[in-house]
């Protein structure tokens, strides 16, 4: 399975994309889309400069599920809306290709790769080298990008597993029923 995982800003974008096959993951690309070329005040270029972004990464890629950092609200009201619209342009520009995203806050995915909530950059930075066998260390919009599509990797098997015994288990509850069994 490909996994894109997108890290929301609106100056930077970071993706990174990799592959899963069993417990293996392969890295395939990261890097950043940045808006800092466009005036501050220029909202609607920027989001038009993801959402191009992003679609031309999951056409290049062509990924076949996407992953969106949630964000958090912060001190100052005005950049957690800000933020908030970079991240509307990028799951419009994964929804638009019909691609399924998932969303995960910025806590579960330093669990899922660091192993606690409170990790820094640097460690998450660290992390995502080791898992991927990276030769050097992405920057930390790409390492974010790829620890959300890590965070997938790990939560989507999960899930599988979880999907695979609630089916199981529901087939039996039927069976159950229809035989006139109660338990």
Do not use: W
């Not at 899963?20 to 989001?47: E, F, M, N």
């Not at 957690?80 to 995960?104: F, H, K, M």
């Amino acid at each position: 399975m490909r996994i894109l995982g997108i890290d929301p800003g609106l100056q930077t974008t970071g993706f990174g994309v990799i592959d899963v096959q069993g417990a293996t993951l392969s890295y395939v690309a990261s890097g950043t889309i940045k808006t800092t070329h466009l005036p501050l005040g220029d909202l609607p270029g920027r989001l038009k400069v993801l959402y191009d972004g992003i679609r031309e990464v999951s056409e290049r890629y062509q990924p076949e599920v996407a992953t969106v950092e949630i964000i958090f609200v912060n001190v100052n009201p005005q950049s957690t809306l800000l933020l908030g619209q970079a991240r509307g342009a990028c799951i419009t520009a994964l929804v638009s290709r019909d691609l399924p995203v998932s969303e995960y806050t910025a806590l579960q995915m330093k669990k899922a790769v660091v192993g606690h909530g409170r990790a820094a950059k640097s460690q998450v930075q660290e992390m995502v080298r080791r898992l991927l066998r990276l030769p050097g260390l992405p920057g930390t919009d790409a390492a974010d990008a790829l620890g959300m599509a890590i965070t997938h990797a790990h939560a989507g098997q999960a899930m599988a597993r979880l999907s695979e015994a609630g089916g199981h288990l529901q087939r039996r509850s039927h069976a159950m029923y229809r035989d006139g069994r109660s338990y």
